[in-house]
């Protein structure tokens, strides 16, 4: 009796699974979204920019600290001869004049600073470019799922015929350098 229900199940079990898998088959594709946008000249041109912005800010980020650090080494040579209510004085401007930079250092570089912003700005409306023409070519050609190969996502194994990177490119109107890194 219990070999028959074992049998039964594992018939159903069979059935079942069949039929998702013939009924429901997705189609897939993968993209390599680096690859993508190393091709779009607008996105070079914008990162170019943030590198100036990051290392202009940075320069500006880095003298402020050096105006800082010799207002402490002032302090250390004059401390000798400060009388108290002096030295806490200076102490406490240097502190001050630090934490001014620290501050001005996370409006920059913060999770939401300048320069997140900035990238905002400049790269977010290509990224969504990007993402229509996918969803685009998905619509056109009825892929259920579409995995991006440059993304944290492992994948051991992927058959080039399924790589629409170069489809994207041509939905932006852009020419490509033919996927030979697969």
């Known amino acids: 009796m219990k070999t028959n229900k074992k049998l039964r199940f594992s ?9 998702v898998a013939f009924g429901y088959s997705q ?10 946008l190393e091709n779009i000249p607008e996105y070079q041109d914008a990162q170019n920019q943030l590198d100036e912005f990051a290392a202009n800010w940075q320069e500006e980020i880095e ?23 002096m030295k806490r004085k200076r102490e406490d401007e240097i502190i001050s004049k630090e934490k001014e930079v620290k501050k001005f250092q996370d409006e920059v570089f913060g999770q939401e600073g300048l320069l ?4 905002e700005e400049l790269v ?13 070519i ?12 440059s993304s944290g996502a492992s994948m051991l194994f992927s058959d080039p015929k399924l790589n629409i990177s170069d489809e994207v490119l041509e939905e932006l109107g852009y020419s490509y350098n033919t996927q030979g890194n697969n």
């Open 11 to 19: 018939l159903l079990f069979a059935f079942l699974f069949t039929a």
């Open 63 to 85: 003298q402020k600290f050096s105006v800082v650090d010799a207002l402490y080494r002032k302090y250390q040579a004059d401390a000798v001869l400060l009388p108290e209510d």
């Open 116 to 119: 997140f912003k900035k990238r």
């Open 124 to 136: 977010l409306p290509i990224q969504e470019r990007v993402y229509n023409a996918i969803e685009k």
């Open 138 to 149: 998905a619509q056109l050609k009825n892929y259920g799922i579409i995995f991006d190969k």
């Open 27 to 36: 189609k897939f594709a993968y993209v390599d979204s680096n690859y993508i």
